[in-house]
């Protein structure tokens, strides 16, 4: 099984900064294989990056994916107060497929 | 605009089985080649896959629940169904379906309580 572990657990930020979200497996996979989800309490998680680097349909162009091998990262630039909420990595190449256990964006 | 709605009991008694349903409206679960799949997600913790399933009825499973999960297809009524037997405390989550990556149900809370 691959794990991810993301870090930090939370991040306390302002609106207008820059978040930057790491996610690291515990094997390497191919990379087009994983995926950012953003979810806030009582909704279902949105899809924000797909294939490591690729935005999905409607998202802000603030967030951005990046990484390759083991070592993933999702960056939000100039936060915006929606922005505030938990972030989980997920890998769909190998089963299991797993998730990160999120980092938290916090105020 | 396709959707999906979980449905089924929000209360399961421990040792019994949760039965939910995901039904997908605005498009034939038929078209494309889409993995429709189970993930839950227990209060203040993370999300958890559970598995999946395809049309053609293959399925893939967590090793951590398979001895205890049944995910099934019903084309004719463009539904896809989770069955978790012998549930226990641990199972109380919010249960996801989803269709790929993007497009996932509202999510429906079950507790396993007495």
């Known amino acids: 099984e691959i794990v991810l572990t993301q870090s930090p657990g939370t991040l306390s930020l302002s609106p207008g900064e820059r978040a930057t979200l790491s996610c690291r497996a515990s094997q390497s996979f191919y990379s087009s294989n994983l995926a950012w989800f953003q979810v806030k309490p009582g909704q279902a998680p949105r899809l924000l990056i797909y294939a490591a680097s690729s935005r999905a349909t409607g998202i802000p162009d603030r967030f951005s994916g990046s990484g390759s091998g083991t070592d993933f990262t999702l960056t939000i630039t100039k936060l915006e107060p929606e922005d505030f909420a938990v972030y989980y990595c997920h890998q769909y190449n190998i089963s299991p497929l797993t998730f990160g256990g999120g980092t938290k964006v916090e105020i | 605009q396709v959707q999906l709605q979980e449905s089924g009991p929000g209360l399961v008694k421990p040792s019994e089985t949760l039965s939910l349903t995901c039904t997908v409206s605005?498009?034939?679960?038929?078209?494309?080649?889409?993995?429709w799949s189970w993930i839950r997600q227990p209060a203040g913790k993370g999300l958890e896959w559970i598995g999946r399933?395809?049309?053609?009825?293959?399925?893939i499973y967590n090793p951590s629940l398979k001895s205890r999960v049944t995910i099934s297809v019903d084309t004719s009524k463009s539904q896809f169904s989770l069955k978790l037997s012998s549930v226990t405390a641990a199972d109380t989550a919010v249960y996801y379906c989803a269709r790929g990556l993007r497009l996932w149900g509202q999510g429906t809370m079950v507790t396993v309580s007495s």
């Open positions: 399933v395809q049309t053609s009825g293959d399925t």
């Open positions: 605005g498009d034939s679960i038929n078209i494309g080649s889409y993995h």
